[in-house]
């Protein structure tokens, strides 16, 4: 569990991080959310004891990860995949990481084999692509097997199959009971990974709740539905309050979710062939609400 | 569905391994890992010894070459000797080579931003400098004695052809050598001292390239307070205490004593560890 209190951290007169505070909890993937610049790096270092808070403060585990000696079996962390030293291969860099905390090398060699670098292990790392420097930065948050694990920006370079791996992974280490938490710019990888979501913008928070509430909270949001009813469809939906616009194949359904789509389909005895809440809800429901707080949003809107 | 704010969903209990206990050898374990898993590590190494050796047996031939026309006094005093085997343009390169080298194994881990992964790694920052410390130390100790010794032996080797080599054990001989094998591991400290502090790769190099090989040119000795500066300088102390004899001091001449010298040698990473040590604590990584 990561708790972060009245978290504020200042960079000279730049406030990085305002007042902050939320609770990530265990047995989640949970996303950090928020435009470039929002504090999302601030917040994951002083959670890791790397920038001192200028006020408030963040534990990990009902402690500040500062007070621990050493720190890989409290918190795996993958902040910068580009923060390696070129020269080293990557058996070298996790077996130097590994012994500063007592953990064998036999660990190496199975996080290797875990992130799928097991053929590259004696390359130097300055030849890894992105996509393999956040192979390396996972299995390197992997080896002291810990209960807390964040990653920041995780799925930058990976190709289609490591982002899909990377899913999996996060999904698998969440329902082993850890506490995963997963900073990204983008919403639509959140979408697919995270259950959960902290959203912040110019450091302050805006939304700390299930990623599917979150998600609902965008008035565009939009479920595609496809029936061989559509008129029966299109009335009960729009008897219960939503705005439908019937395209040749499809309705598009306004202010109702997927779950209250179907549960009236299923009450009027209506046949779906397709439900399918638009993908970028997320993407919008995070553009209305951060309106106003990003500070680098020029004209996307 | 509502998906929940509930606290975690029953999950398997794992087991987990007992947390190792943290020990500092470990850490020094760490960072020798880190420091001989970079090529350029042996190489390093390697070059400086031979270049210093080799700048030693060459200025032995030199004298060797020379001796024939030298006057018959200095032929019998030989003067010369220990100088040819502690040559300044080969310990000067040494303490460059050192101090770089030992602000790398800091300034590279900033400059990438695996500082951050070591951090977080090992929370215990100042335990990691003391680490790196220990490493460098250790490493550079063991390349000094080696450099000392290969100088001194490879230059009267060259000398004793005229009968002009000093015996190592000649006190101001093992003295010599053991000062000059301290040099490197002082310097190499410097380096590393320098480099928790300041932390830029660049800014790191040129203080220590001044402060090392500049600043001690701006000394005179017929001044009492300059040449009382000077005799701080890490590579003054070093050569006197490489000088076999020195006139005695007098109005306008104020050489530093050997016992000084050998308190600057050893006074230069203690005075940049400790601020370094309590820096590394306090400011953000």
């Known amino acids: ?301 | 569905m509502t998906t929940s704010l509930q606290p975690a969903p029953a999950v398997a209990a794992r087991t987990r391994a007992a947390v190792p206990p943290a020990r500092f050898a470990d850490l020094v374990a760490a960072e020798w890992i880190k420091l001989w898993s970079l090529r350029s590590t042996p190489w390093t190494l390697g070059l400086a010894t031979l270049f210093v050796v080799g700048a030693a047996a060459l200025a032995a031939k030199a004298d060797y070459d020379n001796f024939p026309f030298y006057e018959p006094e200095t032929q019998r005093e030989h003067m010369f000797s220990l100088g040819d085997a502690f040559p300044q343009e080969g310990y000067l390169t040494l303490m460059l080579v050192a101090a770089s080298l030992g602000a790398l194994t800091v300034v590279s881990e900033y400059g990438s931003g695996l500082i951050r992964a070591t951090t977080a790694a090992v929370p215990a920052r100042g335990a990691v400098v003391l680490a790196k410390a220990v490493v460098t130390a250790a490493v550079w100790a063991v390349t000094g004695i080696v450099i000392a010794c290969g100088s001194f032996a490879a230059s009267q080797a060259i000398l004793a052809g005229r009968d002009a080599a000093v015996s190592i054990s000649d006190p101001v001989a093992i003295r010599a050598v053991a000062a000059s094998a301290l040099l490197a591991p002082v310097c190499a400290l410097i380096g590393l001292g320098l480099g928790v502090l300041i932390r830029h790769t660049a800014t790191t190099m040129v203080t220590g390239v001044f402060l090392l090989i500049m600043l001690p040119t701006m000394f005179s000795s017929d001044k009492r307070w300059s040449a009382e500066l000077g005799h701080l300088m890490p590579g003054i102390a070093w050569n006197r205490l490489v000088t076999d004899w020195m006139p005695p001091p007098h109005p306008g001449y104020f050489p530093a004593t050997v016992t000084e010298s050998w308190l600057v040698l050893t006074l230069w990473p203690v005075a940049l560890l400790v601020p370094a040590l309590l820096s590394v604590r306090r400011r953000d990584v």
């Open chain 1, 1 to 301: 569990m990561i708790e972060v209190i009245g978290l504020t951290k200042r960079y000279g007169g730049k406030t990085a991080v305002d007042d902050l505070s939320f609770t990530v909890r265990p047995g989640h993937v949970t996303g950090f959310l928020g435009p470039n610049g929002a504090g999302k790096t601030t917040t994951l270092r002083v959670v890791l004891g790397l920038d001192a808070p200028t006020g408030g403060a963040a534990t990990v585990g009902g402690v500040p990860f500062r007070s621990h000696r050493r720190g890989l079996h409290h918190v795996g962390a993958l902040l910068d995949a580009q923060q390696v030293h070129g020269g080293r291969s990557a058996t070298a860099h996790l077996s130097a990481l590994a012994r500063s905390n007592g953990i064998g090398r036999r660990r190496v060699g199975e996080v290797l084999a875990e992130v799928g670098l097991t053929d590259a292990a004696h390359r130097r790392v300055g030849g890894f692509s992105l996509g393999m420097k956040q192979r390396l930065g996972i299995a390197a948050a992997l080896l002291g097997d810990p209960p807390v694990l964040m990653f920041d920006e995780p799925i930058n370079g990976m190709d289609p199959e490591g982002v899909r791996w990377v899913r999996h992974l996060f999904r698998r280490l969440a329902a082993e009971g850890r506490t995963v938490f997963l900073s990204s710019h983008l919403m639509t990888e959140m979408e697919h990974t995270a259950d959960q979501l902290v959203v912040i913008g110019q450091g302050r928070l805006i939304a700390a709740e299930p990623l599917r509430a979150f998600a609902d909270r965008g008035t565009r949001r939009r479920v595609t539905v496809r029936t061989p009813q559509p008129a029966v469809l299109a009335a009960a939906l729009t008897a219960a309050g939503a705005t439908v616009d019937a395209a040749p194949d499809h309705l598009a359904v306004r202010g109702l979710s997927a779950e209250r789509i179907g549960a009236l389909a299923f009450a009027n005895a209506v046949e779906l062939h397709e439900l399918t809440t638009r993908t970028t809800s997320l993407e919008e429901a995070f553009m209305e609400i951060t309106a106003g707080h990003a500070d680098h949003l020029a004209g996307s809107r």
